[in-house]
Nanobody
Framework: QVQLVESGGGLVQPGGSLRLSCTAS????????MGWYRQAPGKQRELVAV???????NYADSVKGRFAISSDNAKNTVYLQMNSLKPEDTAVYYC?????????WGQGTQVTVSS
């Protein structure tokens, strides 16, 4: 089992920034992917950004150039720096960790972009 604890969500004005954090604990040795998905009201959950083996990054087209994912293996933590936020970025953001055989999800953190 892997437990994921997220933090860093909140309310921000358009054009502002937030940084999300997600720390993994438990059976972490098999984790090879960590990252973020999001789900807006009435929409399906979608990929935001993931990082594989702490090196290879993949971003949704809608966030390229604005968001940056990084990881600190010593802290078992993945970060999502979100800049130039837009109202359409409003969603619940979920941390994901992937091990052979399955995915684990965090509880989600709300990000609201509004003036």
């Amino acid at each position: 089992q892997v437990q994921l604890v997220e933090s860093g969500g909140g309310l921000v004005q358009p054009g502002g920034s937030l940084r999300l954090s997600c720390t993994a604990s438990g059976n972490i040795e098999g984790i090879y992917v960590m990252g973020w998905y999001r789900q807006a009201p009435g929409k399906q959950r979608e990929l935001v950004a993931v990082i594989t083996s702490g090196i290879i990054t993949n971003y949704a087209d809608s966030v390229k150039g604005r968001f940056a994912i990084s990881s600190d293996n010593a802290k078992n933590t993945v970060y999502l720096q979100m800049n130039s936020l837009k109202p359409e970025d409003t969603a619940v953001y979920y941390c994901i960790s992937r091990i052979p055989g399955g995915n684990y999800w965090g509880q989600g953190t709300q990000v609201t972009v509004s003036s």
